[in-house]
């Protein structure tokens, strides 16, 4: 559960609540003082109750327009002064201080210290001065990381260091939340973290240990990666779909797959996983969006993966029992995966240097489908049902234009899509296909959408 303002466990929860109540209690004493005399008028002066003649127009009443202008500006400085001397105490970054990098992404949080050490929840030990550099890869979104308990917020930028730091001065868990609306997993892009005792917290740091709570044998390697690569964010380990397919079962499982749009079944094997890994977008699990799963081919090398391929064997499934990596789960699925690979691997090569991409292939393949529909109904964008040729009404550099959908407009919505974004529908959000797409492709596209009546 989270556990919002309820404890202040840095130095700054006092002064940012005493700035927070002197303004709450500023504003409700005004309230209930205009109300008040308010209700008073009502009453007094009813007609009922006046005495034609008694009320008289005052006019040039120079201490009163004194006072009404004094006392708001010196509430208004109070409020000012306490806001501000909060806010440059969370602004001045401390000089002496422990560094830790945080990488916040659809939709986790990774922490990396100074020697090295990673985790997927942030340690920290008591009354030092730390200083997180926030960091989002370049093609995420914005995200914000929150921490309730130290009264810290934080947005994390793509592309850019943003900082924040703090004093956490009472032992404990906290709750880290992510504080920008970023997508399907927002929801659950949490996280804890924990301020412990100084020898405690040098006592981990200097062990092998990934997280201060694992009792004797540390967490196998394929559960910190699981962790700490963010997978845990979108495949679940107990059946439930997050994002992603779940990990439970699916060892040695059969799988349905799209193939450059064509279905076709697999046996999630060794391979299997390995290609999920490397290149996500090659095969996507039929009912899935395309385009979610980050390619992870730099953070994971060999070893990493038989550690990943090893935790996913532990989560069940038919092949699982087999021990071995080295033994195929069946002979025949592997004979059949052999087969079906270098024909796909043939037919990628042959549409990319001979043949004109099919549009229709590209549409489903780039994913464009999670987010576009073709029967007019609404998704994360704009149907294309109709595109080519009618009018849309699209925001430009923060002006609302209206433009006709033409070849230019179609292509331009493709490369560069936060270009024109149409009124109504989220910037940001569709990723620029300018870098990914060949320009035959992009053509492609162009092509397929005009025919979408
Ligand atoms: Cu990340 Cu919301």
Known sequence: MLEGFSKEASTFAADVDRAFWITTGISAGMLLLVVGLMLFFIYRYHHSRVVPGEIRNIKDHLPLEIAWTVIPTILLFVIFYYGYSAF???RTMPEDAFNVDVLGKRWSWTFTYPNGKITSELYVPEGENIRLHLHAPLGDVLHSFFVPAFRVKEDVVPGRETRIWFKATVPGRYDIECAEYCGTGHSRMLSKVEVMKNVDFEAWYASKKLSPHDEGAPESEGKQLYKTLGCASCHSLDGSIIVGPSFKGLYGSKVRVLTSGKPREVVADDDYIRASVRTPEKDV????PAGIMPNLSDEIDAEKMKAIITFIKQQGGQGAGTKTIETP????????KTEAEPKSEAQTKSSASTETPDGATLFKTKGCTACHSLDGTRKIGPSLKGIFGSTQKVVTDGKTREVTADEAYLKRSIEQPNADVVEGFPSSVM?????????DEVKALVTYLKGIK
């Open 285 to 288: 699990v039929e009912g899935f």
């Open 431 to 439: 990723p620029p296909f300018g870098t990914m797409l060949k320009p």
């Open 88 to 90: 440059r105490e969370l």
């Open 329 to 336: 789960v069946a002979g025949p699925n592997q004979e059949g």
